[in-house]
């Protein structure tokens, strides 16, 4: 051979897979979500319409290429009502970011118990009382 690799480097390289380490730490289920932008916002009264005039459609694609190509023939005053609903959105979005962090860094309260696996079940007054017969000098 000149040089050239064998069947069985050829073989390990196609099965290797290069996995990035992902960096996104577990989310938390209680953070608000993110509000939806005012195409978003179109597209869930454009849905409903689309279903109706085309019942046959299965296609999430078909819907979605209809939709943008509806939001792009749109004009500023006919997205006006859209806009307004995803500015709504967004406010309410970061009021609510504000308390979801301010609750972050009060840290847990002081009524909630802990869980049970961080409580010991050892207990100091019982180690005089563990059943051996040595008697305490």
């Keep these: 051979m000149k040089g050239g690799k064998s069947k069985a480097d050829t073989k390990s390289s196609k099965l ?3 996995k990035k380490p992902s960096k996104a730490a577990a989310k938390d289920p209680n953070k608000p979500k993110r509000p939806s932008s005012a195409f978003f916002v179109f597209m869930e009264d454009f849905r409903q ?7 046959t459609n299965k296609s999430v694609a078909a819907v979605g290429k209809a939709g943008g190509q509806k939001w792009k023939s749109l004009s500023d005053t006919e997205k006006a009502p859209y806009v307004a609903k995803a500015d709504n959105r967004k ?4 009021k ?3 308390a ?3 609750k972050l860094e009060e840290g847990p309260k002081e009524d909630e118990e802990e869980s049970d696996k961080s409580v010991s079940e050892v207990n100091d007054e019982d180690d005089a009382d563990d ?3 040595e008697v305490p000098s």
């Design 16 to 18: 290797a897979v290069n």
């Design 131 to 133: 059943g051996s017969d």
């Design 91 to 94: 406010v309410e979005y970061e």
């Design 96 to 98: 609510n970011m504000k």
């Design 49 to 55: 319409t689309y279903k109706k005039d085309h019942p």
């Design 100 to 102: 979801y962090n301010k």
